[in-house]
T-cell receptor, first 117, second 115 residues
Framework: AQKVTQAQTEISVVEKEDVTLDCVYETRDTTYYLFWYKQPPSGELVFLIRRNSFDEQNEISGRYSWNFQKSTSSFNFTITASQVVDSAVYFCALIFLNSNSGYALNFGKGTSLLVTP | NAGVTQTPKFRILKIGQSMTLQCAQDMNHNYMYWYRQDPGMGLKLIYYSVGAGITDKGEVPNGYNVSRSTTEDFPLRLELAAPSQTSVYFC??????????????FGPGTRLLVL
């Protein structure tokens, strides 16, 4: 079964703290793709990163970094020196094959991050 | 490019009414998707399309219908609205994909309330 688990429902930090959002996934596929999306209070979904199963290199983009470990089926997301604007719901998602030719995203339930001044 | 656009932004329906949620993209993407997001939950796939004239069911298709007559448009139809369909609906699109690697881009969402 394809499944994405984000065990942290809500996290609250004070500005400038580092915070890590956990994502654990299950899949039978050997080739798969993982994503992180951000949903700010305004409601839109913003793409953050895509990672394929063959690339276990960590990724850093400014204050954001991602740690992908196939051995533990995890794709964790860290925000360094958090800011109030980082307050949002963050979703981890896994591509899964829906039928013979269709791919859709299998979302976790999301982690709500609140950064306070 | 406008990206993925959705109309309306918000709608209130009475039980039993019908409506069509509109979705359009101007990126010439082959793949389009409809998801729903219930409060405190992730998104669940309703229907998707891999190209004009081709649609298929997702995880939660009951109570909905779709059509794809053009590459650009992918409307979602609710025939007999029920309170269980109160949700936020997101349309997404992605380029032709051979292995699912292409990123999906989302519209701003339509908030639907069925009373």
């Amino acid at each position: 079964a394809q499944k994405v688990t984000q065990a942290q429902t809500e996290i609250s930090v004070v500005e400038k703290e580092d915070v890590t959002l956990d994502c654990v996934y299950e899949t039978r596929d050997t080739t798969y793709y993982l994503f992180w999306y951000k949903q700010p209070p305004s409601g839109e979904l913003v793409f953050l990163i895509r990672r394929n199963s063959f690339d276990e290199q960590n990724e850093i983009s400014g204050r954001y970094s991602w740690n992908f470990q196939k051995s533990t089926s995890s794709f964790n997301f860290t925000i360094t020196a958090s800011q109030v604007v980082d307050s949002a719901v963050y979703f981890c998602a896994l591509i899964f094959l829906n039928s013979n030719s269709g791919y859709a995203l299998n979302f976790g339930k999301g982690t709500s991050l609140l950064v306070t001044p | 490019n406008a990206g993925v656009t959705q109309t309306p932004k918000f709608r209130i329906l009475k039980i039993g009414q019908s409506m069509t949620l509109q979705c359009a993209q101007d990126m010439n993407h082959n793949y389009m998707y409809w998801y729903r997001q219930d409060p405190g939950m992730g998104l669940k796939l309703i229907y998707y399309s891999v190209g004009a004239g081709i649609t298929d069911k997702g995880e939660v298709p009951n109570g909905y219908n779709v059509s794809r007559s053009t590459t650009e448009d992918f409307p979602l139809r609710l025939e007999l609205a029920a309170p269980s369909q109160t949700s936020v609906y997101f349309c997404a699109s992605s380029p032709r994909t051979s292995g699912g690697e292409e990123t999906q881009y989302f519209g701003p969402g339509t908030r639907l309330l069925v009373l």
